[in-house]
């Protein structure tokens, strides 16, 4: 081989990957524009983003905390997924009108029901801030002062671009704080549900096939958006209007073949791609088995509960589904890790970038103490992070003991109240539960929770490393951590439906009393335990890791060259595009590029229960009447596959075809592809859509809401 061959070979691990790869659509004319059109795409970059002219970006939004949501009339009537519209959906239902289980379709505007709390965010303009936000910031200092004045500094921006507009803006730190970026937003506050399929429909395959490729699933629901007279956002009123959008996107009904361009526009949450090897040699040899460990036991405990009833069943719905789905990406993490060899394809990364400076030896030198110091750091945080763990995911993982420790807050609030200072009391006591109203607390399920994690952390954390005080606690119940757990819930009233519910009109008065609470005594101890021993330390290690992945991303974006590279993923608008495309699972197994409704009634016919669908959808697919919506073969598709680099947060996603039409909502990963958080991995990594002539499918034959096609631009 050539030197020239050998020198490509051996750089191979620093350029990116096809498909690879989240982009900031401000500037996808500069970096990927060509790439894009090569693939296939047919619109313009300003169709894409433009804050002069309604673009794409007018139509892309977020949806609640952290899900994308896209416009698709000029009604404002928007599209996400089912799991995303989940706890909305979740707070309308009551036992008997259960829009879970049975779903809901609005068939007049009048019948479209508010969501108190769910907002939705538009984006108006993208603006770089980093000169700004690193004014009078000084190289010398520590990493703690820099960042109090860069703090300083983006309130200041943020209020200053906020002005006395009725925009909301933020400002968010881009590789690694290299760059900072501005957003001004919009945001709607009057939402409303229009409709949503049942649940055995929007979540068939329930846990089984969360993360999993094939899929049967339609994971969509719909709400509409309302604005004032004015087009601007209003609280919830009935005089509110449906919102005119700027633009909208357009539904087309051809689908997509294997090969064929695709994109995603949307909000990923979070990625980590330039993890050094010790980053991820802890993530897979112990942050994500610990993780998946402790959340196995609580899990179980809540299914076997929800199982014995409706009332059990609605209560943990939410709760559950959120526990389930983080395990079991954890659990599809490290198996795709591992099965990529990861760690050494890391370490394979570094040494060909400390190679790339073999005529430069300060660089090299630099450069190497730097990997020193990243093995160094991990080596000290990782026993931080299993202490951590068995915090938030053992102990916290007790959702009465968390629920007490709300109360601590509330306490130091009412001391200041009690002492006449300036408190919010009366804030703080109202937004301690968040599992208030008690429909959404069993003491029972709870009580098996926390014997089940009280014992495991006994047994897992040496007493040296636990809170004094429930070390003590043990050491009373002779190591019985039962009989601690049993004591814990009959004596306290922080779970306590009745007591609890006396507890907010009597709080003050009764503090003293509350406060002597046994659950409430631990639960602070424990809290205070790791904000002292563990969260200071974390904390500490946190910034130094950023600091040291603000060098090492500088080091890449500077040194290798012909390769862009995109910043992780943070929560803000990124387009990422790919092809529709399969892959091969596992030895032997290869999986296509698309799924049928024939699939469906497949894993119906199993008779496994979370393949359950009501007689309603079994009828229709008899029928085979899927119009407009069939395939050519007079299939109905279901979902698709496409190595679209995706992650949390790109949930609800509208899926672009080479023209800008909506072709399906992005919902989901495979499980062995979800490490693409880390590492993307182009042979297996999929991005799951749902197809959009199933929704439509089911919009109109299987909820009878076809009216709302009329609102919609179809290309058939
Ligand atoms: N896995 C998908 C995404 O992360 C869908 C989650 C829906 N929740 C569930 N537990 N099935 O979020
Ligand atoms: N299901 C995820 C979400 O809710 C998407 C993913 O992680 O691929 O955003």
Known sequence: MTRKIVLYLMMLTLVGRADEGMWMPQL?????????????????????????????????????????????????????????????????????????????????????????GLTVTFIKRIEDVTAKVLTNVKQEWSEKSKDSIIQFNIKELEKTARGTTQLETFIRPFYYGNEYYLFVTEVFTDIRLVGAPPESIGKFGRETDNWVWPRHNADFSMFRIYANRENKPSAFSADNVPFTPAYSFPISLKGAEKGDFTMVYGFPGRTQEYLTSYAVELLVD????????????????????????????????????????????????????????????????????????ANDAAKKEKYSALMGQFQKIYADYAPLSRQYDYFTECLWGIDGMRMAGNFITVFAELKKKQAGKENKFGEVLKNATPLIPFRNYNKETDKKICKSMLATYKANVDPSLMPNYLDSMITVYKGNTDELSDFLFANSSFIDNKKASVMFTDFEVNAA??????????????????????????????REI???????????????????????????????????????????????????????????????????VKQRLLDLYDKKDFGMYADKNGKLRTAFIGSNHTTGGNSGSPVLNKSGELIGTNFDRNWEGTMSDVMYNPAFCRNITLDVRYTLWIVDKYAGAGYLLNEMKIIK
């Open 28 to 116: 996808i004319d500069a970096l990927n524009f060509k790439d894009m059109k090569k693939n296939g795409f047919k619109l313009t970059a300003e169709q894409i983003y433009s804050i002069n002219k309604a673009s794409m970006k007018d139509a892309v939004a977020i949806f609640g905390g952290g899900c994308t949501a896209e416009v698709i009339s000029n009604k404002g009537l928007i599209l996400t997924n089912h799991h995303c519209g989940y706890g909305a959906i979740a707070g309308l239902s009551t036992v008997e009108k259960d829009y879970l289980k049975n779903g809901y379709f609005a068939m007049t505007n009048n019948e479209e029901i508010y969501c108190k």
């Open 286 to 357: 112990q942050q994500d088995p610990l993780r998946v460990e402790l959340r196995e036991k609580r899990l179980k405990i809540m299914a076997e509960d929800m199982k014995r009833n409706d009332t059990l069943r609605l209560m943990y719905a939410t709760r559950y589904a959120g526990v389930a789905n983080a395990y079991k990406k954890w659990k599809g993490e490290m198996l795709g890790l591992k099965k990529s060899d990861a760690v050494n394809k890391k370490k394979k990364t570094e040494s060909d970038f400390i190679n790339l400076f």
């Open 513 to 542: 009393l509350y406060e002597r609470d046994p659950l409430y005594q631990l639960a602070a101890a424990i809290y205070s335990h790791y904000q002292k021993t563990v969260v200071p330390q974390m904390t500490y290690y946190d």
């Open 546 to 612: 950023t600091q040291l992945q603000k060098e090492y991303m500088q080091g890449l974006r500077e040194n290798v060259a012909n390769r862009k590279f995109y910043p992780d993923a943070n929560g803000t608008m990124r387009i990422t595009y790919g092809k529709v495309a399969d892959y091969n699972g596992r030895d032997g197994i290869e999986y296509k590029h698309y799924t049928t409704l024939d699939g469906l009634v497949e894993k119906n016919k199993t008779g496994e229960e979370d393949y359950f």
